[in-house]
């Protein structure tokens, strides 16, 4: 479970080291409000899940009917960068201490 959550964690900095290039390249990525680049940063989290087939909640031994909209969660909740996946690994700590 640990290295299926540090590799989610790598994809989320990759996520945010590629939208922040995206951004550069693109400034009307940035527009007046975040929309934008939380639209770019889902799309590049989703398609990496989708091409690495990372899905957290297989690696998690939850059973998925389809694994691709385990690779859209996963791509989604990586998008929302390190805070989002700092807050999931504590939770998943958390409730391995309580089950031992």
């Keep these: 479970m640990v290295d299926s959550l540090t590799t989610v964690a ?12 995206l951004k ?10 975040k929309s ?10 989703t398609a990496l899940c989708l091409t690495t087939q990372i899905g957290i909640l297989q690696n998690m031994n939850i ?7 385990d690779y859209i ?6 998008s929302r960068g390190s805070n989002a996946v700092h ?11 309580v089950d031992n």
Excluded: M, Q, W, Y
């Design 87 to 97: 807050d999931i690994i504590h939770v998943f700590n958390e409730k391995k201490k």
């Design 73 to 78: 969660i996963t791509g989604i909740i990586i």
């Design 63 to 69: 059973t998925v009917s389809h694994p691709v909209l």
């Design 24 to 33: 550069a390249a693109f400034p009307i990525i940035k527009g007046k409000n």
């Design 36 to 45: 934008g680049s939380r639209i770019t940063s889902a799309a590049v989290g």
């Design 10 to 21: 790598l994809l989320a900095l990759i996520v945010e080291v590629v939208t922040n290039g």
